[in-house]
């Protein structure tokens, strides 16, 4: 069963959401690497500069806990956390077609 996971992320109210982007662009770049990768995106709020939505689509959900997993998410994460004002909100949904 395909799973979307949904990442919100909020810089302080001073800075956009954008400082973040290279980092985002840079887990991505590995996670396209990883066993059960769909897609993802990166939405950016327009009413809220420093607000972002990362969807991440994966064929199974043990796929993405074991990208959670990964040294390497982990430390780019650890990144992107020390530019955020509050820790990320994640939101995993199941894709199931009726």
Known sequence: MAIEVLIKRAT??????????PLI??????????????SGETLFNIERA????????????EHWHN???SPLRIEIDAKIEKL??????YNIYSVSFW
Do not use: F
């Not at 420093?50 to 959900?61: F, I």
């Open 84 to 89: 955020l004002a509050m820790r990320a909100e």
């Open 67 to 69: 990208w959670t997993k």
């Open 50 to 61: 420093e607000e972002c939505l990362v969807v991440s689509r994966w064929t199974k959900l």
């Open 12 to 21: 302080d109210h001073r800075n956009s959401a954008k400082i973040i982007l």
């Open 25 to 38: 662009v840079e887990l991505r770049s590995h996670a396209i690497k990883q066993p059960g990768y769909i």
